[in-house]
């Protein structure tokens, strides 16, 4: 497929792919392989292939054992637990280990207590309201480098055009991943430097 025909596709993709809702993940504690069905049943839209697995069993330990999400409670996740995953799920691509316990860390220790505002479930709503307007955003940002790089290389022809102009497509979305990666990377050290926020407010009206 050439880069018009593969953005097409994808744009579709995007347009199936919605943000877990608070009022999706159950709010029961759950079990190791209720969690890894979860996840795999509301974010099948984002792996790369259909037998891709979103998160392992493996994977979570990890994730518990680095301090990336609490410890499970008796062998079970909380809805908490569930809304660190989708953080982590989104941000191990991109960013380090230490980076992403970097970012939760002052999340677990300020607003996981009973009685704040906002908690854990609110942050992640305000947060994910964005989805829709952030996802048009992007789709007008696709179009761009869609257009710059179906114009690049006009001497081209057959397959020797088709592949530059998707290395030009690639090298443009890599640009874009890049620089927002290292400004990422920038507020978390940042962050490191600076002393952990007072938590919420005490208590819900």
Do not use: W
């Not at 906002?118 to 257009?147: G, Q, V």
């Amino acid at each position: 497929m050439n880069n018009q025909e593969l953005t097409k596709a994808f744009i579709e993709r995007l347009n199936r792919m919605k943000a877990v809702s608070v009022e999706q993940i159950p709010n029961i504690d759950l079990y190791m392989d209720q969690v890894t069905t979860f996840m795999d049943t509301y974010m099948s839209d984002t792996r790369r292939h259909p037998t891709d697995k979103v998160l392992t069993k493996t994977m979570i330990n990890n994730y518990a054992k680095n301090h990336l999400l609490p410890s499970p409670i008796n062998k079970k996740y909380t809805p908490d637990h569930m809304i660190f995953l989708i953080y982590i799920y989104y941000l191990k691509s991109i960013l380090s280990i230490s980076d992403i316990q970097e970012m939760l860390q002052p999340m677990s220790e300020l607003y996981s207590r009973k009685g704040n505002s906002p908690d854990i479930s609110d942050i992640y709503t305000d947060i994910f309201s964005n989805y829709p307007e952030e996802s048009y955003r992007l789709m007008k940002d696709l179009a761009h480098k869609l257009d710059v790089s179906d114009s690049s290389f006009p001497e081209a022809e057959g397959k020797e055009k088709e592949y530059l102009q998707k290395f030009t497509y690639l090298c443009l979305l890599g640009f874009d991943i890049f620089i927002k990666k290292m400004l990422m990377e920038s507020i978390i050290d940042d962050m490191k430097e600076q002393n952990v926020p007072e938590s919420g407010k005490k208590g819900k009206k």
